[in-house]
């Protein structure tokens, strides 16, 4: 069965920086586009980045864009998504979803993506 899993998470300083990695199996990684979302204590799942399934395209929500970079390598079939500059409002559990449809408009919404991990927990302390 397709199985992603999640790790990279932790405790860290504002300012400070994290590399998530998100490992998959059971599925043709390199014809999944990928993305990150996120979801704090009481909030809806929001979008973070997402990766087309060649790397020519990525894609941020506003408020990480210049910190955080999703990348992946398909012949470890494993997405990332490295995090600088790490405020407290970053606090989140994170989790990575594979998309079958590359092509997708409304991409940010999670509802169409077709696989999630089970999340990593990323604490941003002041």
């Known amino acids: 069965q397709v199985q992603l899993v999640e790790s990279g998470g932790g405790l860290v300083q504002a300012g400070g920086s994290l590399r998530l990695s998100c490992a998959a199996s059971?599925?043709?990684?390199?014809?999944?586009?990928m993305g990150w979302f996120r979801q704090a204590p009481g909030k809806e799942r929001e979008f973070v980045a997402r990766?087309?399934?060649?790397?020519?395209?990525?894609d941020y929500t506003d408020s990480v864009k210049g910190r955080f970079t999703i990348s992946r390598d398909n012949a470890k079939n494993t997405v990332y998504l490295q995090m600088n500059s790490l405020k407290p409002e970053d606090t989140a559990v994170y989790y990575c979803?594979?998309?079958?449809?590359?092509?997708?408009?409304?991409?940010?919404?999670?509802?169409?993506?077709?696989?999630w991990g089970q999340g990593t927990q990323v604490t941003v302390s002041s």
């Open positions: 990766i087309t399934t060649n790397s020519i395209r990525t």
């Open positions: 059971g599925l043709i990684f390199s014809r999944y586009a």
């Open positions: 979803a594979a998309d079958q449809d590359a092509y997708r408009f409304g991409y940010r919404s999670p509802s169409v993506y077709d696989y």
